[in-house]
């Protein structure tokens, strides 16, 4: 599966357009993590308890993109895009999105 962020891939050309398509994934740190990372920025620096955490929930939120996208039959999404905010005070959420579509190579 093909994931862009441009609105076109290279070499190729969209023939059918699927809809949109997205991957949501809500994550929270455990409390020693949370202590851990409360620890560190005092500080300073990078805090890793926490970029590890939305790196791994980004990825996990394109795996869930891919497999919708799949299920709707797309060979790419194009136009990815992440989205993320806070539920709460303990809760990350990220959003993957973007738009499926069918390609095929250019003539």
Do not use: W
């Amino acid at each position: 599966m093909i994931i862009a962020t441009t609105e076109n891939v290279a070499g190729r050309e969209v023939t059918e357009c699927l809809g949109q398509v997205f991957g949501v994934v809500v994550r929270s740190r455990g409390l020693g993590g949370n202590i851990i990372a409360g620890l560190r920025s005092i500080v300073g620096g990078e805090i890793k308890e926490y970029s590890a955490l939305v790196e791994d929930t980004r990825r996990h939120a394109i795996d869930r993109l891919v497999m919708n996208a799949s299920l709707m039959g797309a060979d790419a999404v194009v136009m990815m895009r992440f989205d993320s905010g806070s539920i709460g005070q303990t809760m990350n959420e990220v959003v993957a999105y973007g738009t499926a579509v069918k390609l095929k190579p250019l003539e």
